[in-house]
């Protein structure tokens, strides 16, 4: 993996050499890494180690998808993502994208799953839209009228890829540190007592409004987690699915031999703290009946595993990138489809913190903009 001049230059021209990243998933590993790449010294708090821990970082397969109706913005973001999972893969030793695919099932009307499917032909990347006998034919037993197909999709493993991440940045020198119990945009306190940097960047997710009032709200998001080892070497190839009517998708982790079920829809108010994180039986038959409906086999499939996750969600479903008034720079906002873009994210947040121009243009992700103020919308999963 080379190694990126520009910001090795800029941190000296800047001046910024001590950074404090608060908050260690997925973002902020991410960030603390493209700091430490570009020289500067860096100190991650967080109160549970990597990987570990009530954050929404922590599981066993994320979806990793190219389509997003006509937003080029977004597509140009997550084929930038793709190529860095492909470097951090030989960074960190271990393939972190498994490449299936991506199915989005079209329903009569939706005009999404079209827009996804004219926009990346048109972008030059790799999609198809298949009928019912084409995805026979590509994935037996698997149920469905008409579908586009991101041939760019696949499934990320947090645990693998935070594991990783962990040992890479022990390895290079970051400074870990536990919980944060103060927060100032240049200067954080722990129960080691008050450290000064010269920036700091806070990556902390739902708990995010302790530091920082963002507008964003979080909400609860139930998982179920099938047995699908009866599919044997097919649960290799089957694509992650998912439908935007009714915002429920499905990820084959192949490791555990499961798919995951989980609506995107956002969903009550919640937060990690305190939470009992059981899964109600309406979601549970609900989850069984979307599985079925495209892997009829799994109808009866067992329940492996259940749990709750917690979204941090914006009204407009876009990320918050962005400095706060007093210099403070905030990563938040993730609302439930940022795990994929998490290397490009830390490289956003890095290059802010060190003074340079961001690779693309973060000013559609200010917590200032009008369209926090307005309704939730749908995002396609």
Same mark, same amino acid.
């Given at each position: 993996?080379?190694?990126?001049?520009?910001?090795?230059?800029?941190?000296?021209?800047?001046?910024?050499?001590?950074?404090?990243?608060?908050?260690?998933?997925?973002?902020?590993?991410?960030?603390?890494?493209?700091?430490?790449?570009?020289?500067?010294?860096?100190?991650?708090?967080?109160?549970?180690?990597?990987?570990?821990?009530?954050?929404?970082?922590?599981?066993?397969?994320?979806?990793?998808?190219?389509?997003?109706?006509?937003?080029?913005?977004?597509?140009?973001?997550?084929?930038?993502?793709?190529?860095?999972?492909?470097?951090?893969?030989?960074?960190?030793?271990?393939?972190?994208?498994?490449?299936?695919?991506?199915?989005?099932?079209?329903?009569?009307?939706?005009?999404?799953?079209?827009?996804?499917?004219?926009?990346?032909?048109?972008?030059?990347?790799?999609?198809?839209?298949?009928?019912?006998?084409?995805?026979?034919?590509?994935?037996?037993?698997?149920?469905?009228?008409?579908?586009?197909?991101?041939?760019?999709?696949?499934?990320?493993?947090?645990?693998?890829?935070?594991?990783?991440?962990? +040992?890479?940045?022990?390895?290079?020198?970051?400074?870990?540190?536990?919980?944060?119990?103060? @927060?100032?945009?240049?200067?954080?306190?722990?129960?080691?007592?008050?450290?000064?940097?010269?920036?700091?960047?806070?990556?902390?997710? +739902?708990?995010?409004?302790?530091?920082?009032?963002?507008?964003?709200?979080?909400?609860?998001?139930?998982?179920?987690?099938?047995?699908?080892?009866?599919?044997?070497?097919?649960?290799?190839?089957?694509?992650?699915?998912?439908?935007?009517?009714?915002?429920?998708?499905?990820?084959?982790? @192949?490791?555990?031999?499961?798919?995951?079920?989980?609506?995107?829809?956002?969903?009550?108010?919640?937060?990690?703290?305190?939470?009992?994180?059981?899964?109600?039986?309406?979601?549970?038959?609900?989850?069984?009946?979307?599985?079925?409906?495209?892997?009829?086999?799994?109808?009866?499939?067992?329940?492996?595993?259940?749990?709750?996750?917690?979204?941090?969600?914006? +009204?407009?479903?876009?990320?918050?990138?962005?400095?706060?008034?007093?210099?403070?720079?905030?990563?938040?906002?993730?609302?439930?489809?940022?795990?994929?873009?998490?290397?490009?994210?830390?490289?956003?947040?890095?290059?802010?913190?060190?003074?340079?121009?961001?690779?693309?243009?973060?000013?559609?992700?200010?917590?200032?903009?009008?369209?926090?103020?307005?309704?939730?919308?749908?995002? +396609?999963?």
């Amino acid at each position: 993996m080379t190694g990126h001049p520009h910001l090795l230059r800029q941190v000296s021209s800047s001046g910024v050499r001590r950074v404090a990243v608060v908050g260690g998933g997925i973002m902020g590993g991410f960030t603390a890494a493209n700091l430490i790449r570009a020289g500067a010294h860096v100190t991650l708090y967080d109160p549970h180690p990597m990987g570990t821990g009530p954050g929404a970082s922590v599981d066993t397969g994320r979806s990793f998808r190219v389509h997003y109706g006509m937003d080029e913005g977004f597509v140009s973001m997550a084929v930038r993502a793709r190529r860095l999972w492909a470097e951090w893969s030989v960074q960190l030793g271990r393939p972190l994208l498994h490449e299936t695919g991506k199915l989005l099932v079209e329903q009569p009307g939706d005009r999404h799953a079209l827009e996804s499917w004219r926009t990346m032909r048109d972008m030059g990347l790799r999609a198809d839209r298949l009928g019912r006998g084409r995805v026979a034919e590509e994935w037996p037993g698997f149920e469905v009228g008409q579908a586009t197909v991101d041939r760019l999709g696949g499934v990320l493993d947090p645990e693998v890829i935070l594991q990783g991440l962990a +040992a890479w940045l022990g390895n290079e020198g970051v400074e870990w540190r536990r919980e944060a119990l103060e @927060v100032q945009s240049k200067a954080v306190r722990c129960a080691q007592g008050w450290a000064e940097f010269d920036q700091v960047v806070v990556t902390t997710g +739902a708990w995010t409004r302790r530091w920082v009032n963002v507008p964003m709200e979080v909400t609860r998001q139930q998982l179920v987690y099938f047995d699908a080892s009866t599919l044997g070497e097919r649960l290799h190839r089957l694509p992650v699915f998912s439908d935007l009517g009714s915002g429920f998708y499905a990820i084959p982790t @192949v490791k555990d031999g499961r798919i995951k079920v989980a609506n995107h829809h956002p969903g009550p108010a919640g937060h990690p703290d305190g939470d009992d994180r059981k899964v109600s039986e309406d979601f549970k038959q609900e989850a069984r009946a979307f599985l079925a409906a495209h892997l009829p086999e799994l109808a009866e499939a067992r329940i492996d595993w259940e749990y709750v996750c917690f979204y941090s969600g914006t +009204a407009d479903r876009d990320f918050i990138l962005d400095r706060t008034p007093d210099g403070l720079i905030v990563g938040a906002g993730f609302s439930g489809h940022g795990f994929k873009f998490g290397p490009l994210i830390g490289r956003l947040l890095a290059q802010m913190a060190l003074g340079v121009q961001p690779e693309f243009d973060v000013s559609r992700f200010a917590m200032t903009r009008e369209a926090l103020k307005g309704e939730r919308t749908k995002l +396609a999963v």
